[in-house]
């Protein structure tokens, strides 16, 4: 079991930078693939990138790439999310989730385990 806890959300203006955190509670945090999801309202939850357990392997969403670097610090049981040149699109709640599996490549909420309570990043122009 683990527990996620996002923060580093708030508001940012077009073509500014957030980084988000995700701290998780738990002896077994070095184990999962950690993935970022978000979801904006009356849109589906989507895939936003995700490291494996290894920290050594990373994917991203199209639309994230060139712009968002995802890694870890298994010392302190936190990824981060760190956003660049961020667009009115990336508004959204996002969430960190973990996988247990030891498999890399989820990019379907399914295939998560745990799921933090989200944190808003919001972009005004």
């Known amino acids: 079991q683990v527990q996620l806890v996002e923060s580093g959300g708030g508001l940012v203006q077009t073509g500014g930078s957030l980084r988000l955190s995700c701290v998780a509670s738990g002896r077994d945090f070095s184990l999962y693939t950690i993935g970022w999801f978000r979801q904006a309202p009356g849109k589906e939850r989507e895939f936003v990138a995700a490291?494996?357990?290894?920290?050594?392997?990373?994917d991203y969403a199209d639309s994230a790439k060139g712009r968002f670097t995802i890694s870890r610090d298994d010392a302190k049981n936190t990824v981060y999310l760190q956003m660049n040149s961020l667009r009115a699109e990336d508004a959204a709640v996002y969430y960190c989730?973990?996988?247990?599996?030891?498999?890399?490549?989820?990019?379907?909420?399914?295939?998560?385990?745990?799921w933090g309570q989200g944190t808003q990043v919001t972009v005004s122009s």
């Open positions: 989730a973990a996988d247990k599996s030891r498999h890399f490549g989820g990019t379907k909420p399914g295939e998560y385990d745990y």
């Open positions: 490291i494996s357990w290894s920290g050594r392997t990373t």
